[in-house]
């Protein structure tokens, strides 16, 4: 195992090299990696497929959108998380063609009007599409800027009906190991989820996106339909969602689940609060080169006019 920084550290991550699954999860987690089925194996061993032809989708621009240039179509299609495919950073390019998404549905339940299974085409109806360019900040201490395209998730909730007593969002994505093959490690409580605070979700930036670059969502950024909060952490944005459950008391989710103290519920960007074992006082711009250096992280990753307010009164320190 590579040497890790003290809890409270304030170096920042060696700019010459990436964190690894081994850095960011729990040593029992790293160790179980091992245990991974046959089946699995065998999926994983299956050939990669040429990149498809996507579908165009049609969004307007929106005032929301960062001015920053974005990451390149292979940068951001090729270097993620996504667990359910593997652990390395080029697994879910490698490996998520394996995934069906089409039919895809939603099941729509807990303290809603409407609840039910509602199609992608019936979850997208009457959603404008715009185009976000947003700021994406990984836990890990790297960061990207993408062109998503989607809708506000509150377009969605107020369709269904939220119900005065909803307090929580709580998301889910695909478990199907069959294709999915990094679901055949079973020390992580598949499947993955996720949750938010109604105002959260609620607010304009939180968006449910559906493509990428003016095309479909490519399958290892989350196809068909994915969660993306800018002013948290990735893994707080769900991908591949199937289930989306309003609820009064605050939902499990899977990387507090694993890790309380390293993975919190809120996430949020915070420079000024390290995780245990590394500095996030500064980030790596993918594909800006070594010569590039680190960049300095921004409150709520940029965001502080739009959200700051979420959290008046409340410990910013406790929110990890």
């Avoid at 165009?56 to 920053?68: G, V, Y």
């Avoid at 007593?165 to 889910?172: I, L, T």
């Avoid at 607010?203 to 990428?212: D, K, M, S, V």
């Avoid at 993306?228 to 459950?245: A, C, D, H, Q, T």
Wanted: with cysteine.
């Amino acid at each position: 195992m590579p040497r890790r920084p003290g809890p409270g550290t304030t170096r920042a991550p060696d700019p010459t090299s990436d964190l690894k699954w081994s850095d960011v999860t729990p040593e029992r987690l790293w160790l179980g990696r091992r245990d991974v089925m046959a089946g699995a194996a065998a999926l994983l061993a299956a050939p990669a497929l040429t990149r498809p032809a996507f579908a165009r989708i049609e969004a307007a621009p929106s005032a929301l959108s960062t001015d920053e240039a974005p990451n390149t179509f292979e940068e951001i299609t090729n270097y993620n998380n996504f667990y359910e495919f593997g652990w390395e950073k080029t697994d879910p390019a490698r490996n998520a063609h394996l995934m069906t998404t089409d039919p895809w549905s939603i099941t729509i339940d807990g303290l809603v009007e409407r609840p039910g299974v509602y199609d992608l085409a019936d979850v997208m109806k009457g959603q404008p599409l715009e185009e976000r360019i947003y700021r994406f900040r990984c836990v890990e201490a790297w960061s990207m800027v993408i062109p998503w395209i989607g809708f506000q998730l509150s377009g969605l909730l107020e369709r269904v009906g939220v119900q005065p007593g909803a307090k929580y969002v709580a998301f889910e994505t695909l478990h199907r190991p069959n294709e999915m093959p990094g679901q055949y490690r079973t020390a992580i409580r598949w499947p993955y989820r996720e949750g938010l605070r109604i105002d959260e979700a609620m607010n304009p930036l939180t968006i449910l996106a559906t493509g990428l670059y003016g095309k479909e969502m490519p399958k290892q950024n989350g196809a068909p339909i994915r969660l993306v909060v800018p002013w948290k952490y990735g893994f707080k944005s769900i991908k591949s969602i199937v289930k989306i459950r309003l609820v009064e008391e605050q939902p499990p989710t899977t990387w507090q689940q694993l890790q309380a103290g390293e993975y919190g519920f809120y996430a949020n960007v915070n420079p000024e609060v390290d995780h245990p074992r590394w500095s996030q006082a500064t980030e790596r711009r993918i594909g800006a080169g070594l010569l590039a250096g680190r960049q300095e992280t921004l409150m709520f990753n940029g965001y502080a006019d739009h959200v700051a307010g979420l959290y008046d009164g409340m410990d910013l320190r406790a929110l990890y």
